[in-house]
């Protein structure tokens, strides 16, 4: 399984990002995924995660009510909408699938907030 994402980028404070995450190869054996981010001398965080089906969705609470996770099974994308972004939500954002319990990596975006 491949992973790309796209869509970060530099945004003001209060604004809003959305990141995408196209899967490629043995989409089809992908069952939960989730985002990710890493800040400047920070540990990689979760900052949200959905179910294979997309009915189950969990969320940082950091980003609860801000950050909507979604995904597309029929397009293997899985989408990051970002609201009312913070300037301490600046990182690199990665995308995760998990497939028979081994999980894989986009190489990341960069989404930058500034104050």
């Known amino acids: 399984v491949q992973l790309v994402e796209s869509g970060g980028g530099l945004v003001q404070a209060g604004g809003s990002l959305r990141l995408s995450c196209a899967a490629s190869?043995?989409?089809?054996?992908?069952?939960?995924m989730g985002w990710y981010r890493q800040a400047p001398g920070k540990q990689r965080e979760l900052v949200a995660v959905?179910?294979?089906?997309?009915?189950?969705?969990n969320y940082a609470d950091s980003v609860k009510g801000r950050f909507t996770i979604s995904r597309d099974n029929a397009k293997s994308t899985m989408d990051l909408q970002m609201n009312s972004l913070k300037p301490e939500d600046t990182g690199v954002y990665y995308c995760?699938?998990?497939?028979?319990?081994?999980?894989?990596w986009g190489q990341g975006t960069q989404v930058t907030v500034s104050s």
């Open positions: 995760q699938a998990v497939v028979h319990e081994r999980a894989y």
């Open positions: 190869g043995s989409t089809f054996s992908i069952n939960a």
């Open positions: 959905i179910s294979s089906t997309g009915s189950v969705t």
